[in-house]
């Protein structure tokens, strides 16, 4: 876990002149990790396998209590790795990018007409309901709840 510094009322550094306005090429990262330890209150259960080729948007593993909740690949290739710890915990799933991504398709939908459920539906396949929390205790949401406030 990264170290947190907290400051209160803030903290002024006394820099002079401008940042220069300058835009410097990045060149794209060959490896993706997505690690389990980065959502809170998850079990992940693994649904890809080393050398198996994914999409963008495919998934790479679930939760074991909730399985309709996906967290998905954000590059397609190549998985090159499933790391385990100990007693088999899952640290990180790495994918090779491919040269060209393929992507999977959700489709476009019209969410004035949708319904609670069917908007639900499309976040879960989509792996978006990964990133709605649940309060107090800031853990993905249980998607079986309504909430008594959005």
Known sequence: MANVI?????FDISLKGKAAEEYLPVKEPGFYALVPDDFTGITPKVVVKEQE?????????VDKNHPEVK???PVSGVVTSVERGERR??????VQA???????EFGKKDVAKMSGDEVKSVLMQA??????????????????VVPKAI
Do not use: C, H, W
């Open 127 to 144: 792996g978006l309901f990964a990133f709605i929390k649940q309060r107090p205790y800031d853990i993905i949401a249980d998607p079986s």
């Open 89 to 94: 915990k899952l640290l990180n799933i790495t």
């Open 53 to 61: 080729y994914v999409m963008a948007g495919g998934a790479l593993f």
């Open 71 to 73: 967290f998905v690949s």
């Open 6 to 10: 907290k400051l209160r009322k803030g």
């Open 98 to 104: 491919a040269e060209e991504q393929d992507y999977e």
